[in-house]
């Protein structure tokens, strides 16, 4: 929500989307350290997580005031009331069960693509996350500033399709270079998606409710990724790595369809 008050309209999936990568480079890097962190035991890592995120606080509270000279927004205007029923954007949360059903198999990935590579004997263990990540970075910088000039949703309803293409052939890889071709795919439309929608969400939302259309989107994605994270490891106790990942694509390819009926309804 702040950095929507700060980017103009114009370029907003553009911004949205460099700031995004702000996470990508930490997944791409966070395995490789953290694996590292980890071999002076949990009590290193833990002192780690803590630093950085008294790291963020500070950052965070030296940010400068949104409320002036922000995109939209008029500093005058009186505040909106908000009854019970009206604090949750609800239509925004209904419609993020598209990204929600996706982010599942992203917290799978997150969660279980390490294991999955040592079970390939695929090295570095890493390697998913870190091609993700890049893949990420490359759609980003060379594609992120054309979602603002083809149109939010026109990029997003062809993003929706190729984040489960992806886990397919993960369910279906046997190397290194079928894992690495399934980073590249996922990361691509997963990388392009989020920015995409957002716009499309924040051009359809009042300026007073950013925030609130915020915390609905987040509230459906993580949903998906906390999900995706706690069930992929019953699912691969239980079926194995590749039918667990072949559900999540099955999952993931109704991302669009649902996104269809779910806008014309709402």
């Known amino acids: 929500a702040y950095m929507t008050s700060t980017l103009p309209p114009s370029r907003r999936a553009e ?9 990508v480079l930490a997944i791409g890097a966070a395995p490789a350290i953290g694996f590292w962190v980890y071999r002076h035991g949990w009590t290193a890592l833990c002192w780690e997580l803590t630093t950085l995120n008294a790291l963020m606080f500070v950052i965070a509270w030296r940010l400068p005031d949104d409320l002036h ?8 205007a009186p505040a909106p009331a908000h009854t019970p029923g009206h604090v949750i954007e609800w239509r925004v949360l209904l419609l993020s069960a598209a990204l929600a059903v996706i982010s599942f198999g992203y917290g799978g990935l997150t969660s279980f693509s390490a294991l999955y590579a040592d079970d390939l004997r695929i090295s570095p263990r890493s390697l998913f996350l870190s091609v993700m990540a890049v893949s990420m970075l490359v759609a980003r910088l060379t594609l992120g500033r054309w979602i603002d000039r083809i149109g939010h949703r026109r990029v997003l309803t062809k993003c ?6 992806g886990l397919a052939l993960l369910a279906m890889a046997k190397g290194a270079f079928a894992f690495g071709l399934a980073a590249f795919v996922f990361g691509a439309g997963f990388g392009l998606m989020h920015p995409s929608f957002t716009a499309y969400m924040m051009a359809h939302v009042p300026h007073t409710r950013r925030g609130a259309a915020f915390g609905a989107m ?3 994605f993580d949903t998906g990724i906390g999900l995706g994270s706690s ?35 709402l």
């Open 231 to 265: 069930m992929m490891g019953w699912l691969i106790d239980h079926i194995g790595f590749r039918p667990a990942f072949g559900l999540t694509a099955a999952l993931a390819s109704l991302a669009l369809p649902l996104f269809l009926v779910l806008e014309r309804r």
């Open 218 to 220: 987040l509230a459906a």
């Open 69 to 76: 000279g922000a995109h939209g927004h008029d500093p005058a």
């Open 15 to 23: 911004g949205l989307g460099y700031w995004g990568l702000s996470s």
């Open 160 to 165: 929706l399709i190729v984040p489960p293409i």
